[in-house]
């Protein structure tokens, strides 16, 4: 945990990592989980100095979440993002599109 984090914060890093471990996770590996998950949250809160965009705009928590994207590997950039990148390309008719119609908007 960075220095300075809140007890509250503290206390959800360890439960997640505690709950990692009890799921098999390597130490190295709870760690990691929970970090990120206490992070992601200090930066939806306003906790933190800096914070991502996807950190601060995503629709769900991460608890709310609950694993929802893992194991499922990359698939590339969120809807959003690719919604935001033919924003400034002025693509037409951006706002009706699907992810994989935007995809194909962009060319990717």
């Known amino acids: 945990m960075p220095a300075g984090s809140s007890k509250k914060r503290e206390r959800q890093y360890e439960h997640i990592k505690e709950g990692a471990e009890k799921r098999g996770e390597s130490t190295k590996r709870a760690k990691e989980i929970a970090a990120r998950t206490v992070n992601k949250e200090r930066a939806r809160a306003g906790e933190s100095r800096t914070a991502s965009t996807v950190s601060t ?19 590339g950039p969120t809807k959003d993002q690719l919604y935001a990148e033919a924003r400034k390309r002025n693509i037409d008719g951006r706002s009706t599109m699907n992810k994989d119609e935007l995809r194909k908007a962009l060319g990717r």
């Not at 929802?68 to 698939?75: A, F, I, K, T, V």
Request: hydrophobic fraction near 5%; aromatic fraction near 0%.
């Open 57 to 75: 705009q995503d629709r769900k928590s991460a608890p709310q979440r609950g694993g929802e994207r893992s194991h499922r590997g990359s698939q």
